[in-house]
């Protein structure tokens, strides 16, 4: 077997289960194993990786969905990033904090709580804040301002079963790396509150 049969496998877990997440808090049987038995025989590596890919994110995407009291799957995209590390951490600071859950949840197109998640993920001098591109959807949000109309148009769609927040970042003096991450999770509900508030170990 060559190494890159294992490694491959590795990235796409990384890539999908590892970048869910309901509430920031992790479980003791929080697990990803894929066993093979080989007697379906030999198979081409880059199809595995792909067919892998499809099938992880998928369930990756029914974790989020399904969160204890969810309505609204979130999926963060972050660009433009320097290294991976950066855009996930950004993108994890983003889909975690509960000012965004909430604000997804009542449909609120609130870019002051994306760009607060940015700003509390990063440290100074690493993002030129005024380059950074906030969306909802496909509808920038910040830096160009919304209409009347446009803002209508935009709490129809946080309305709906998937919300996707779209953040293109910049290091100062606005170069803008090639770097980005997709993370997923779920609004913060009173639904929430009430499931672990109401049982008991």
């Given at each position: 077997a060559h190494p890159e049969q294992y490694v491959k496998p590795r990235e796409v877990i990384d890539r999908t289960f590892n970048c869910v997440s309901v509430d920031t808090d992790t479980s003791t049987?929080?697990?990803a194993v894929i066993i093979a038995s080989g007697v379906g025989g030999a198979v081409e590596v880059a199809a595995f990786e792909t067919a892998l890919y499809d099938v992880a994110e998928s369930l990756t995407k029914q974790v989020a969905r399904d969160g204890e009291g969810a309505t609204t799957l979130i999926e963060v995209t972050v660009d433009g990033a320097a290294t991976?590390?950066?855009a996930k951490r950004?993108?994890?600071?983003?889909?975690?904090?509960p000012l965004v859950k909430t604000a997804v949840h009542g449909a609120d197109p609130n870019w002051g709580r994306v760009a607060m998640?940015?700003?509390?993920?990063t440290t100074d001098g690493e993002v030129d804040q005024e380059r950074v591109i906030i969306r909802f959807g496909e509808q920038e949000v910040y830096p160009a301002p919304l209409d009347d109309s446009g803002l209508a148009a935009l709490s129809e769609y946080m309305k709906g079963a998937d919300v996707r927040i779209h953040v293109t970042l910049a290091a100062p003096g606005g170069t803008r790396g090639t770097a980005s991450a997709t993370v997923w999770g779920c609004d913060l509900?009173?639904?929430?509150v009430r499931i672990n508030?109401?049982?008991t170990t």
């Open positions: 049987s929080d697990t991976g590390e950066q950004v993108a994890k600071a983003i889909v975690n904090s998640a940015v700003g509390k993920s509900t009173d639904g929430y508030a109401d049982y």
